[in-house]
């Protein structure tokens, strides 16, 4: 398993997102190569594990890319920010990254590139190593327990200085963009069909732009889950991606050649917009049968259909200790929100945001 985080980038003294990456992952070309990377927006930036055996390899990896990622920001005064919207709006709007394929990209969807509430955090979710008709089978069923994932995730209450009234609204931007969603059933002909059809009607500019939430990559041989925001808290992140493989593990050893679940397009988006409103602790839509249950059902039937996949990986006991932990402690838009209810400030939300995503440094330096 790997996995992609996505940060803001945002003014030690403003707090506002700043187009500083270019700076930014120059300072960290030297240590950190490949897995420090540019994103839409100049006031994002991306950073890859190597793909790793363990939870703890995995933590250890997160840990280390963010304290580098962090100190190199905060030489250039800003800080790093793990949520899936901007707190606090920017103060101008932001530069699209310089490069041909984000230019082709702008020019071809000017109304959602506005610079300004468009830009989203996202965390990706890589398991391999598959061959495209395997990932391409497994997308189509893990596609049941995707809102469930995605409600634990939850990490952007606050949209341009202000309260959404939803856990993750980053999905709800995002969701502008075209594709993005749950896949579709499709078998690997399919798939090359729907591909060819999305980019030669120009749909999308190209197959890197097929946003499905459960999606072959085009690029290395894995399935990738694309449902959550990015989370302050590097537990939140392992708990993700340990649910994803045991959900793959378990789906893998039952292989039988039957058919994936024909859950209907439309009740699987009802479902991610029910996670995406409430989190885990409200009302979720079961995509299975279309019920309205509590969600903390779905996590829990999520958790006994991964348990098989995380016993045969040794990840059981620190899957269910973490969940433990983020339904004792909140989700991150529950961290979010009691901040602001407890200071009455955005400024307050992302200092603590930032205080989150890098532990390992010292707050003084935030503010020299």
């Known amino acids: 398993m790997g996995v992609e985080e996505e940060f803001f980038l945002v003014d030690v003294h403003t707090r506002t997102p700043v187009p500083r990456a270019p700076q930014v992952l120059g300072a960290l070309a030297p240590d950190l190569g490949d897995q420090a990377?540019?994103?839409?927006?100049?006031?994002?930036?991306?950073?890859?594990?190597?793909?790793?055996?363990?939870?703890?390899?995995?933590?250890?990896?997160?840990?280390?890319?963010?304290?580098?990622?962090?100190?190199?920001?905060?030489?250039?005064?800003?800080?790093?920010?793990?949520?899936?919207?901007?707190?606090?709006?920017?103060?101008?709007?932001?530069?699209?990254?310089?490069?041909?394929?984000?230019?082709?990209?702008?020019?071809?969807?000017?109304?959602?590139?506005?610079?300004?509430?468009?830009?989203?955090?996202?965390?990706?979710?890589?398991?391999?190593?598959?061959?495209?008709?395997?990932?391409?089978?497994?997308?189509?069923?893990?596609?049941?327990?995707?809102?469930?994932?995605?409600?634990?995730?939850?990490?952007?209450?606050?949209?341009?200085?202000?309260?959404?009234?939803?856990?993750?609204?980053?999905?709800?931007?995002?969701?502008?963009?075209?594709?993005?969603?749950?896949?579709?059933?499709?078998?690997?002909?399919?798939?090359?069909?729907?591909?060819?059809?999305?980019?030669?009607?120009?749909?999308?500019?190209?197959?890197?732009?097929?946003?499905?939430?459960?999606?072959?990559?085009?690029?290395?041989?894995?399935?990738?889950?694309?449902?959550?925001?990015?989370?302050?808290?590097?537990?939140?992140?392992?708990?993700?991606?340990?649910l994803i493989r045991g959900l793959c593990t378990t789906m893998t050893a039952e292989a039988d050649g039957s058919p994936p679940p024909a859950v209907p397009v439309g009740r699987l988006r009802a479902a991610h917009r029910f996670a995406a409103r409430y989190g885990p602790h409200g009302d979720g839509i079961d995509p299975l049968t279309g019920d309205t249950v509590p969600a903390h059902t779905l996590t829990a039937a999520l958790l006994r259909r991964a348990e098989p996949g995380l016993a045969a990986t040794g990840d059981l006991a620190e899957a269910e200790w973490l969940l433990g932990e983020l339904c004792r402690r909140g989700t991150g838009a529950e961290r979010q929100r009691a901040v602001y209810r407890r200071t009455g400030s955005l400024h307050a939300v992302v200092d603590d945001l930032a205080a989150a995503t890098t532990p390992d440094l010292s707050p003084e330096m935030a503010w020299r």
């Open 37 to 242: 990377q540019a994103e839409f927006y100049t006031s994002q930036l991306e950073v890859c594990t190597r793909p790793v055996g363990t939870g703890a390899e995995l933590r250890d990896q997160l840990s280390a890319l963010r304290t580098t990622a962090g100190r190199a920001a905060r030489e250039a005064g800003c800080l790093l920010v793990g949520t899936g919207t901007a707190v606090v709006p920017p103060d101008h709007p932001v530069p699209v990254t310089d490069g041909p394929r984000y230019r082709r990209m702008a020019g071809a969807y000017r109304a959602i590139v506005d610079g300004r509430l468009g830009a989203v955090c996202g965390c990706h979710v890589h398991i391999g190593t598959l061959d495209h008709a395997r990932a391409l089978d497994l997308a189509n069923r893990v596609r049941p327990y995707l809102p469930a994932l995605q409600a634990l995730a939850v990490n952007s209450p606050f949209a341009g200085g202000q309260e959404s009234g939803w856990a993750g609204w980053r999905s709800v931007e995002f969701g502008r963009w075209p594709t993005v969603g749950p896949a579709p059933l499709l078998d690997p002909a399919g798939y090359e069909s729907t591909a060819d059809a999305l980019v030669s009607s120009g749909v999308i500019l190209d197959r890197g732009m097929i946003y499905w939430y459960a999606r072959p990559s085009e690029h290395v041989p894995t399935l990738e889950i694309r449902i959550a925001d990015v989370s302050a808290d590097v537990d939140t992140t392992v708990l993700l991606a340990l």
